[in-house]
């Protein structure tokens, strides 16, 4: 099918998920208008819809990484469907957290990172699960050092009644952009997609007696965060530094609950 002048494999017939989720096009058309010049990191790539948008703005390079061989894949078919090769457009067949820590240790750096994950994963490949509620203020964090100066993180989800947990953040100033990206033919009553834009700032030396603070709206309060910083849940890295109970593989589809909507900026 063919979506703002880009030409994209779908699949209607043999499984839930399409391969281009519909929602995404204005998030997707705001990264290529910001992209020039730019080198862009898609984690969670899926089939590339974000690469080859990236791409097709005039990005630098770009960069997708999936732990499933054949969304990335389809992700390189994507990119090939419109002019888009060579070693500027790399598909890395890699679970995201190992990539995410080879890249530190190599100090790669993007000006852009997207990161849109399912709500929740538990596939065979994982040692643990991901949960987007409970890890995605540490995974955010992660993605710190591999961005650039003033590198812009893209981060979104479709969990219903999510709550953000932006003061769990260190380094970032944080925008939501929902309503602005929201699709046409998307009800803004109804749940969707929410998404922020977090822009690399200095960090911060967090005190011992750090309280955090609990976005009110999109969802409740129950956290396993508590009053002393100390008593919060205790941190799912490994001795390693690596966060074993992040990994993803299969259709974002699989746990795409309900969507919602509402904020905008420029990638």
């Known amino acids: 099918m063919k979506e703002n002048g880009l030409n994209f494999l779908v699949d209607l017939t043999s499984r839930i998920d399409t391969g281009l989720f519909l929602d995404q096009m204005p998030s997707r058309k705001a990264l290529m208008d910001g992209a020039e010049g730019k080198s862009v990191l898609n984690l969670l790539a899926y089939t590339g819809s974000f690469s080859v948008y990236a791409a097709a703005g005039g990005a630098s390079r770009v960069v997708s990484v999936d732990l499933s061989k054949p969304y990335c894949d389809w992700c390189d078919d994507n990119l090939k469907r419109n002019g ?4 500027q457009f790399e598909t890395v067949n890699q679970d995201a957290l190992v990539y995410i820590e080879e890249a530190k240790k190599n100090s790669l750096q993007f000006d852009i990172i997207i990161f849109d994950p399912p709500s929740f994963s538990n596939s065979r490949k994982m040692d643990g699960v991901f949960d ?3 890890d995605h203020a540490e995974v955010l964090n992660s993605l710190w050092e591999l961005l650039s100066p003033s590198g812009i993180l893209y981060f979104s989800t479709n969990l219903n009644r999510f709550t953000f947990y932006k003061r769990e953040l ?4 944080v925008n939501e952009v929902t309503s602005d990206y929201r699709a046409p033919g998307f009800s803004s009553k109804k749940a969707g997609i929410r998404s922020w834009v977090l822009v690399k700032q200095k ?13 009110e709206t999109g969802g409740d309060n129950r956290s396993s965060f508590r009053k002393d910083r100390n008593e919060r849940r205790p941190s799912r890295f490994n001795k390693e530094g ?4 992040f ?13 919602r909507a509402e904020g905008r900026d420029e990638f």
């Open 247 to 259: 990994r993803r593989s299969g259709p974002r589809n699989e746990h795409r609950d309900g969507r």
């Open 84 to 87: 888009f090769s060579g070693d």
């Open 132 to 134: 987007v509620q409970k």
């Open 203 to 215: 960090r911060y030396h967090k005190g011992a007696a750090w309280v955090p603070e609990i976005e």
């Open 170 to 173: 260190n380094g970032f100033s």
């Open 242 to 245: 690596r966060d074993d109970s």
